[in-house]
Protein backbone atom coordinates (compact mmCIF):
# COMPACT_ATOMS: atom_id res chain seq x y z
CA UNK A 1 0.00 0.00 0.00
CA UNK A 2 3.20 2.61 -0.16
CA UNK A 3 3.19 5.37 1.47
CA UNK A 4 -0.49 6.24 2.14
CA UNK A 5 -2.48 5.52 5.41
CA UNK A 6 -5.85 5.30 6.12
CA UNK A 7 -7.78 5.36 9.06
CA UNK A 8 -9.64 3.99 10.41
CA UNK A 9 -9.80 0.54 8.65
CA UNK A 10 -13.18 -0.08 9.93
CA UNK A 11 -15.72 2.57 11.57
CA UNK A 12 -19.61 2.72 12.35
CA UNK A 13 -21.67 5.49 12.46
CA UNK A 14 -25.46 6.04 13.10
CA UNK A 15 -27.41 7.41 10.44
CA UNK A 16 -27.34 11.20 9.87
CA UNK A 17 -23.84 11.82 11.54
CA UNK A 18 -21.56 13.21 9.59
CA UNK A 19 -17.77 10.97 9.19
CA UNK A 20 -14.34 12.09 8.26
CA UNK A 21 -12.10 9.49 6.73
CA UNK A 22 -8.16 10.41 6.70
CA UNK A 23 -5.99 9.98 4.17
CA UNK A 24 -2.07 11.10 4.68
CA UNK A 25 0.41 10.52 2.17
CA UNK A 26 4.79 10.67 2.69
CA UNK A 27 5.53 10.41 -1.15
CA UNK A 28 5.22 13.82 -2.17
CA UNK A 29 2.76 13.75 -4.26
CA UNK A 30 1.06 16.31 -5.83
CA UNK A 31 -2.48 14.74 -6.68
CA UNK A 32 -4.48 12.73 -4.33
CA UNK A 33 -8.29 11.49 -5.13
CA UNK A 34 -11.04 9.64 -2.84
CA UNK A 35 -12.54 6.89 -4.60
CA UNK A 36 -15.83 4.74 -4.13
CA UNK A 37 -15.64 1.06 -4.06
CA UNK A 38 -18.87 -0.88 -4.81
CA UNK A 39 -19.35 -4.45 -5.37
CA UNK A 40 -19.65 -4.99 -8.88
CA UNK A 41 -19.20 -1.62 -9.82
CA UNK A 42 -15.04 -0.78 -9.58
CA UNK A 43 -14.11 2.59 -8.41
CA UNK A 44 -15.76 5.54 -9.02
CA UNK A 45 -14.40 8.94 -8.15
CA UNK A 46 -16.15 10.90 -5.62
CA UNK A 47 -13.53 14.06 -5.35
CA UNK A 48 -9.72 14.86 -6.64
CA UNK A 49 -7.01 17.21 -5.79
CA UNK A 50 -3.89 18.36 -8.21
CA UNK A 51 -2.59 20.94 -5.83
CA UNK A 52 -3.08 22.04 -2.04
CA UNK A 53 -5.80 24.15 -1.48
CA UNK A 54 -7.85 22.82 -4.66
CA UNK A 55 -9.86 20.03 -5.89
CA UNK A 56 -12.69 19.23 -7.83
CA UNK A 57 -15.39 16.94 -7.75
CA UNK A 58 -15.22 13.84 -9.43
CA UNK A 59 -18.34 11.69 -10.82
CA UNK A 60 -20.22 10.85 -7.31
CA UNK A 61 -19.64 14.28 -5.08
CA UNK A 62 -22.69 14.76 -4.17
CA UNK A 63 -23.18 14.60 -0.13
CA UNK A 64 -18.82 14.35 0.08
CA UNK A 65 -16.82 17.18 0.74
CA UNK A 66 -12.99 17.22 1.46
CA UNK A 67 -10.23 19.83 1.88
CA UNK A 68 -6.21 20.33 0.91
CA UNK A 69 -4.67 22.55 3.34
CA UNK A 70 -1.58 20.26 3.26
CA UNK A 71 0.33 18.24 0.19
CA UNK A 72 0.32 15.02 2.68
CA UNK A 73 -3.61 15.44 3.65
CA UNK A 74 -6.95 14.93 1.79
CA UNK A 75 -9.23 14.39 4.30
CA UNK A 76 -13.20 13.41 2.78
CA UNK A 77 -16.11 13.81 4.92
CA UNK A 78 -19.18 12.29 4.20
CA UNK A 79 -22.68 13.64 5.19
CA UNK A 80 -25.96 13.05 5.98
CA UNK A 81 -26.84 13.90 2.80
CA UNK A 82 -25.12 10.94 1.44
CA UNK A 83 -28.31 8.74 1.19
CA UNK A 84 -26.29 5.72 0.83
CA UNK A 85 -22.51 5.97 2.15
CA UNK A 86 -21.76 2.31 3.96
CA UNK A 87 -19.18 1.22 1.13
CA UNK A 88 -15.18 0.74 1.05
CA UNK A 89 -13.19 4.14 0.47
CA UNK A 90 -9.77 4.34 -1.08
CA UNK A 91 -7.97 7.21 -1.21
CA UNK A 92 -4.80 7.60 -3.69
CA UNK A 93 -2.14 9.81 -5.15
CA UNK A 94 -0.38 10.06 -8.24
CA UNK A 95 3.02 12.02 -8.81
CA UNK A 96 1.03 14.63 -10.97
CA UNK A 97 -2.88 15.25 -11.41
CA UNK A 98 -2.50 16.93 -14.71
CA UNK A 99 -0.04 14.22 -15.79
CA UNK A 100 -2.29 11.27 -17.34
CA UNK A 101 0.69 8.55 -17.66
CA UNK A 102 1.22 8.50 -13.67
CA UNK A 103 -0.20 5.62 -12.27
CA UNK A 104 -1.81 5.69 -8.62
CA UNK A 105 -0.73 4.96 -5.37
CA UNK A 106 -3.52 3.29 -3.11
CA UNK A 107 -4.03 3.29 0.55
CA UNK A 108 -5.61 0.24 2.10
CA UNK A 109 -9.24 1.77 2.64
CA UNK A 110 -11.70 2.29 4.99
CA UNK A 111 -14.70 0.14 5.52
CA UNK A 112 -17.87 2.83 6.83
CA UNK A 113 -21.17 0.94 7.85
CA UNK A 114 -23.80 3.55 8.23
CA UNK A 115 -26.90 1.86 10.28
CA UNK B 1 -16.83 9.61 -23.75
CA UNK B 2 -14.20 6.90 -22.45
CA UNK B 3 -15.06 4.21 -20.72
CA UNK B 4 -13.94 0.06 -20.38
CA UNK B 5 -14.84 -2.48 -20.11
CA UNK B 6 -14.24 -5.84 -18.44
CA UNK B 7 -16.59 -8.62 -20.28
CA UNK B 8 -15.60 -11.57 -17.55
CA UNK B 9 -16.53 -10.85 -13.83
CA UNK B 10 -15.01 -14.25 -13.09
CA UNK B 11 -11.76 -16.47 -14.91
CA UNK B 12 -10.78 -19.40 -13.22
CA UNK B 13 -7.54 -21.05 -14.02
CA UNK B 14 -5.54 -24.12 -13.13
CA UNK B 15 -2.68 -23.51 -11.25
CA UNK B 16 0.38 -23.86 -13.87
CA UNK B 17 -1.94 -23.26 -16.92
CA UNK B 18 -1.82 -20.08 -18.64
CA UNK B 19 -3.96 -17.15 -17.62
CA UNK B 20 -5.82 -13.80 -19.87
CA UNK B 21 -7.86 -11.35 -18.25
CA UNK B 22 -9.63 -9.16 -20.88
CA UNK B 23 -9.61 -5.44 -21.51
CA UNK B 24 -11.19 -3.28 -23.68
CA UNK B 25 -11.27 0.25 -24.15
CA UNK B 26 -12.95 3.48 -25.73
CA UNK B 27 -11.01 6.74 -25.99
CA UNK B 28 -10.59 9.69 -28.34
CA UNK B 29 -7.29 9.54 -29.70
CA UNK B 30 -4.63 7.47 -28.22
CA UNK B 31 -5.08 5.98 -23.94
CA UNK B 32 -3.25 5.88 -21.65
CA UNK B 33 -3.76 1.76 -19.98
CA UNK B 34 -3.47 0.54 -16.53
CA UNK B 35 -3.98 -2.77 -14.51
CA UNK B 36 -4.23 -2.65 -10.61
CA UNK B 37 -4.66 -6.05 -8.64
CA UNK B 38 -6.34 -5.57 -5.31
CA UNK B 39 -5.99 -8.64 -2.74
CA UNK B 40 -9.21 -8.94 -0.10
CA UNK B 41 -9.81 -5.69 2.09
CA UNK B 42 -6.82 -3.71 0.75
CA UNK B 43 -6.14 -0.77 -1.70
CA UNK B 44 -5.59 -1.45 -5.28
CA UNK B 45 -1.79 -2.06 -6.24
CA UNK B 46 -0.62 -0.70 -9.79
CA UNK B 47 0.78 -3.85 -12.08
CA UNK B 48 2.05 -2.35 -15.28
CA UNK B 49 0.76 0.54 -18.34
CA UNK B 50 0.96 1.25 -21.27
CA UNK B 51 1.74 4.82 -22.69
CA UNK B 52 3.71 4.12 -25.73
CA UNK B 53 6.16 2.21 -27.48
CA UNK B 54 6.37 -1.49 -27.60
CA UNK B 55 2.79 -3.15 -27.42
CA UNK B 56 3.81 -5.85 -24.98
CA UNK B 57 4.43 -4.33 -21.50
CA UNK B 58 6.01 -6.07 -18.76
CA UNK B 59 4.74 -5.37 -15.30
CA UNK B 60 4.95 -6.87 -11.30
CA UNK B 61 4.62 -10.57 -10.63
CA UNK B 62 5.36 -12.13 -13.97
CA UNK B 63 2.31 -10.02 -15.32
CA UNK B 64 2.38 -8.62 -18.98
CA UNK B 65 -0.09 -6.68 -21.16
CA UNK B 66 -0.46 -6.54 -24.82
CA UNK B 67 -2.51 -3.54 -26.22
CA UNK B 68 -4.17 -4.12 -29.46
CA UNK B 69 -5.03 -0.76 -31.29
CA UNK B 70 -7.19 -2.34 -33.91
CA UNK B 71 -8.82 -4.39 -31.40
CA UNK B 72 -8.95 -1.58 -28.72
CA UNK B 73 -7.93 -4.08 -26.52
CA UNK B 74 -5.48 -4.16 -23.16
CA UNK B 75 -5.59 -8.45 -22.20
CA UNK B 76 -3.80 -9.06 -18.98
CA UNK B 77 -1.55 -12.34 -19.40
CA UNK B 78 0.82 -14.58 -17.08
CA UNK B 79 2.36 -17.89 -19.03
CA UNK B 80 2.01 -19.83 -15.86
CA UNK B 81 -0.17 -19.16 -13.02
CA UNK B 82 -0.32 -19.20 -9.06
CA UNK B 83 -2.54 -19.65 -6.28
CA UNK B 84 -1.61 -16.57 -4.64
CA UNK B 85 -2.75 -14.56 -8.11
CA UNK B 86 -6.12 -15.22 -6.80
CA UNK B 87 -7.42 -11.64 -6.41
CA UNK B 88 -9.78 -8.58 -8.03
CA UNK B 89 -8.32 -7.48 -11.03
CA UNK B 90 -8.90 -3.96 -12.30
CA UNK B 91 -8.36 -2.35 -16.18
CA UNK B 92 -8.48 1.60 -16.17
CA UNK B 93 -7.59 3.82 -19.35
CA UNK B 94 -7.07 8.11 -19.43
CA UNK B 95 -7.78 9.67 -22.72
CA UNK B 96 -5.45 11.92 -23.85
CA UNK B 97 -7.73 14.80 -23.75
CA UNK B 98 -6.86 17.69 -21.13
CA UNK B 99 -9.91 17.11 -18.84
CA UNK B 100 -9.80 13.12 -19.21
CA UNK B 101 -10.15 11.59 -16.07
CA UNK B 102 -8.80 7.69 -15.46
CA UNK B 103 -11.25 5.62 -15.61
CA UNK B 104 -11.85 1.96 -14.06
CA UNK B 105 -13.76 -1.28 -15.34
CA UNK B 106 -15.88 -3.13 -13.10
CA UNK B 107 -13.26 -5.82 -12.00
CA UNK B 108 -12.56 -9.27 -13.19
CA UNK B 109 -11.97 -11.90 -10.01
CA UNK B 110 -9.50 -14.56 -11.04
CA UNK B 111 -9.79 -17.86 -9.41
CA UNK B 112 -6.45 -19.89 -9.36
CA UNK B 113 -7.93 -23.62 -8.47
CA UNK B 114 -5.16 -26.00 -6.85
Known amino acids: DGGITQSPKYLFRKEGQNVTLSCEQN?????MYWYRQDPGQGLRLIYY???????QKGDIAEGYSVSREKKESFPLTVTSAQKNPTAFYLC??????????????FGPGTRLTVT | AQSVAQPEDQVNVAEGNPLTVKCTYS??????LFWYVQYPNRGLQFLLK??????LVKGSYGFEAEFNKSQTSFHLKKPSALVSDSALYFC????????????FGKGTRLHILP
Open chain 1, 27 to 31: LNHDA
Open chain 2, 92 to 103: AVVGMNRDDKII
Open chain 1, 92 to 105: ASSIKGSGRAYEQY
Open chain 2, 27 to 32: VSGNPY
Open chain 1, 49 to 55: SQIVNDF
Open chain 2, 50 to 55: YITGDN
